[in-house]
C-alpha cells in the first residue's frame, strides 16, 4: 500500500524565541575516521548504543561510515571493531555505503537463538545489512558482532541493479520491535519492513507499506513551496527515530522540519516543527550545483536550521525528551516527549577531553545507566568536522555526553 497525502497537517504552536542556546562538553571521542583513500573513505554518520544487560560499563557504541563500513567503540570510545561495507556487486556498481543504524531486542534466529541485532541501511547496495551481537565478548572487550545478512535480502525499494545505480536507495532507518523504517534517498518515501529468520541463523526481510510525505506545501499567503534540491531530487528523510512504547515514529525532512506519525506508516501524518528555511523559496545553480538563498518571507521555525537530522529519545518513565540536531547551525533542539512543546537548544562544545560536535548528522541517547562514568545515561552525536584536522582531509566522528551534563542545560 502507498499512501499519497495531498495536504499538510500542521500542528506547529508558536513559541517565544530561544534567548540562548547551553552548552556541554563530551567526556570522550572515539578515533577519527578519514574520507579518503587512505582512510578507506570512512565519513561517520549515525551512532546506536548497544546496553549490556548484565555488564552496562561494557556497554558498546555502534557507528556507521558509509563506505568505510561500520565500527564499534567501547565507552571510552576506544575502537573494538570494524566490519567493512560490501563490495560492489559487480563492474561499474557502486560498493556499500552503511548509511544509519539501530538495534533489535531479543530477535529469534532459525536455529532457536535469541539475539540482539544491529541493523543498518546500506544506500550504496539499497539493502539492509544485519549483525549479531554477542554479550560475552562486549564484555570482553572483543569484537562483538557477526554479520547474520542472508545473502539473498532483496532491494528494500528498487527492482533492479540499474535502478539502484540511480541512488534513490535505503537511506534512514530507525527499528520498531522487529519491523524496520527505512526512508529513501532523494524522495520523499520511508518503507516498513519486517525482518524474518533465514536459513543457517541470518536474517532476511519483506516490504509490508511505504508512505510518502509531502514534495510541496501550501503557504498562508496562497502559493505553494517547494524545497530547493538539484533536478529530479525531492526533500528527503534521514534521522528517524521510534517513541516504541506510543508506536510514534518522528522523521526529519532534512529541508522541511520533523514530522510525527504512526510507526506502522497508518494515519495522518503532522508535521511537529519546521526548520527556519520553510517556506523560503531558493533557486538552485547548476554552476556551483549550490541553491541560492531566497526571501525570507517569514514562514519557517524557531528551532531548528537546516539540515534537520539525527533524531534520537531519552527515556525517562512515562516522560522524557525527543532530541533533533539542528545541523545549520550546530544546535540540538529538546522537545517534550509527550507534547512535543520546545524546551531548549544546546550545543555540544570544545572542552578538556575533546572538540565540539559541528555539522552533525546521527545521535543516540539511552538512559540507562552504564557505570560510574554515565550514571544517569550517555548521549552520543556524530561530529562532522572533528579537530584538529589533518590538512585537507575530511575527518569526523562521534562524542560521548554524560546525559547529566544535557539534563542540566535543559533546566
Not at 114 to 123: C, E, F, G, K, Y
Not at 228 to 243: F, I, N, R, S, T
Not at 291 to 303: A, N, S, Y
Not at 315 to 339: N, V
Request: with cysteine; charged share 25%.
Amino acid at each position: 500500500m502507498r499512501a499519497f497525502l495531498s495536504t499538510v497537517l500542521l500542528l506547529v504552536t508558536p513559541l517565544a524565541p530561544v534567548s540562548g542556546v547551553a552548552t556541554v562538553t563530551a567526556a570522550a571521542e572515539t578515533p577519527p575516521l578519514y574520507d579518503d583513500e587512505a582512510g578507506g573513505h570512512a565519513n561517520g554518520d549515525d551512532p546506536a548504543i548497544w546496553v549490556h544487560p548484565a555488564k552496562p560499563g561494557r556497554s558498546i557504541v555502534i557507528t556507521t561510515a558509509k563506505e568505510g563500513g561500520l565500527y564499534v567503540y567501547s565507552l571510552t570510545g576506544a575502537q573494538l571493531q570494524h566490519l567493512p561495507a560490501q563490495p560492489p556487486p559487480g563492474p561499474d556498481h557502486e560498493p556499500g555505503r552503511l548509511n544509519n543504524v539501530d538495534l533489535v531486542r531479543g530477535f529469534r534466529l532459525s536455529t532457536g537463538a535469541r539475539v540482539d541485532l544491529a541493523v543498518a541501511s546500506d544506500r550504496g547496495r539499497d539493502q539492509l545489512r544485519v549483525y549479531a551481537i554477542d554479550p560475552v565478548k562486549a564484555a570482553a572487550g572483543r569484537p562483538p558482532l557477526t554479520d547474520v545478512t542472508d545473502p539473498s535480502v532483496p532491494f528494500v525499494f528498487n527492482a533492479t541493479q540499474d535502478e539502484v545505480d540511480e541512488a534513490a536507495t535505503a537511506y534512514g532507518l530507525a527499528v520498531s520491535g522487529t519491523r524496520v523504517l527505512v526512508s529513501r534517498r532523494h524522495r520523499t518515501t520511508v518503507g516498513l519492513l519486517q525482518l524474518a529468520a533465514a536459513p543457517g541463523g541470518t536474517v532476511t526481510y519483506r516490504r509490508v507499506r511505504t508512505l510518502d510525505l509531502p514534495a510541496a506545501f501550501p503557504l498562508p499567503d496562497g502559493t505553494t513551496w517547494t524545497p530547493c534540491g538539484e533536478p529530479g531530487e525531492l526533500p528527503q528523510v534521514e534521522g528517524m527515530v521510534v517513541d516504541r512504547a506510543r508506536g510514534v515514529l518522528y522523521a526529519a525532512q532534512e529541508d522541511v522540519g520533523v514530522w510525527r506519525l504512526r510507526a506502522d506508516l497508518a494515519g495522518r501524518p503532522a508535521l511537529m516543527d519546521k526548520v527556519r528555511e520553510y517556506g523560503r523559496q531558493d533557486t538552485y545553480d547548476p554552476a556551483t550545483e549550490e541553491c541560492v538563498p531566497g526571501q525570507d518571507r517569514g514562514h519557517g521555525g524557531r528551532h531548528l536550521s537546516a539540515d534537520a537530522e539525527g533524531l534520537t529519545i531519552y527515556e525517562d518513565g512515562d516522560d522524557g525528551y525527543l532530541l533533533a540536531s539542528s545541523q545549520g547551525d550546530d544546535t540540538f533542539a529538546a522537545y517534550d516527549r509527550d507534547d512535543n512543546e520546545h524546551i531548549a537548544q544546546f550545543r555540544v562544545a570544545p572542552g578538556a577531553r575533546a572538540d565540539g560536535a559541528e555539522i552533525s548528522d546521527g545521535a543516540t541517547v539511552t538512559s540507562a545507566a552504564l557505570g560510574g562514568a554515565f550514571p544517569k545515561g550517555l548521549l552520543v552525536v556524530h561530529d562532522g568536522a572533528d579537530t584538529p584536522g589533518d590538512g585537507d582531509r575530511e575527518v569526523t566522528n562521534f562524542k560521548l555526553v554524560d546525559w547529566r551534563l544535557v539534563e542540566n542545560a535543559l533546566d
